[in-house]
């Protein structure tokens, strides 16, 4: 008589009930999990078409600045050819010099002020980290 009497309904149904919450918990993980995630893929999007428009508004006016001084130094050295050519010519390698050092500067700085890539995402995830804590 070592055999066990059948589970009773109320404890199958109890049985039942806490697997139906453990998958219920598990699929809710999942879905904040997913949410999580799509905002990430949200965020990593936005943050490259940022860049991508940056760097060609860049590129284009650097080259219509680069021109427009290439055009003047030209004018500058003609105008200087007969009296004072290499003047105008150092003239101009100097202010090329100052020039890339300005807009360097200015690109270091726009990086430094950067937001980070996925800041959003990970304020989230704090947020879900503190509620799960039961911290308001």
């Known amino acids: 008589m070592d055999e066990r009497a059948p589970a009773t ?23 904040a999990l997913r949410t999580r995630l799509d905002l990430a893929s949200v965020e990593v999007e ?4 940022r860049v991508v428009q940056m ?13 427009a001084l290439v055009f003047g130094l030209v004018s500058v050295v003609v105008a200087l050819w007969d009296s004072h ?4 010519l150092l ?14 500067a200015i690109g270091a700085r ?5 937001p980070s890539l996925l800041d959003g995402t990970l304020e989230q995830l704090e ?3 503190r509620n799960a804590k039961g911290i308001p």
């Open 9 to 31: 309904d109320t404890e199958a149904m109890e049985s039942g009930s806490h697997i139906g919450a453990i998958r219920g918990l598990f699929a809710a993980g999942l879905d």
């Open 46 to 49: 936005i943050y490259l078409l």
């Open 55 to 67: 760097l060609m508004w860049a590129l284009a006016a650097l080259a219509c600045a680069l021109l």
């Open 85 to 88: 050519r290499m003047a105008g």
């Open 91 to 104: 003239g101009g390698t100097l202010l090329f010099v100052v020039l890339a050092v300005v807009f360097g």
């Open 110 to 114: 726009t990086l430094r002020k950067r």
């Open 127 to 129: 947020h879900d980290h």
